[in-house]
């Protein structure tokens, strides 16, 4: 599944970034969190797509809900 492997990675990213960061000045800390902050809603939106291919699938009968 295509989302759920851009999901993956857009969270790696996200997580790689935040420990570049880490160790950065305080010009370069402020430049970067913004695309963190933008990373992080790329990872939020693939998150949102999943659950609601999940919820879809489930409604549909394709997914067997315990």
Do not use: P
Request: charged share 30%; net charge negative.
């Amino acid at each position: 599944m295509d989302v759920a492997r851009s999901y993956r990675a857009a969270g790696n990213i996200w997580r790689n970034q935040e420990k570049l960061v880490e160790d950065a000045s305080d010009e370069v800390w402020i430049d970067q969190m913004y695309e963190i902050d933008r990373l992080e809603g790329q990872y939020r939106a693939y998150q949102d797509q999943i659950i609601h291919h999940l919820k879809q699938a489930v409604k549909d009968g394709i997914v067997a809900s315990e």
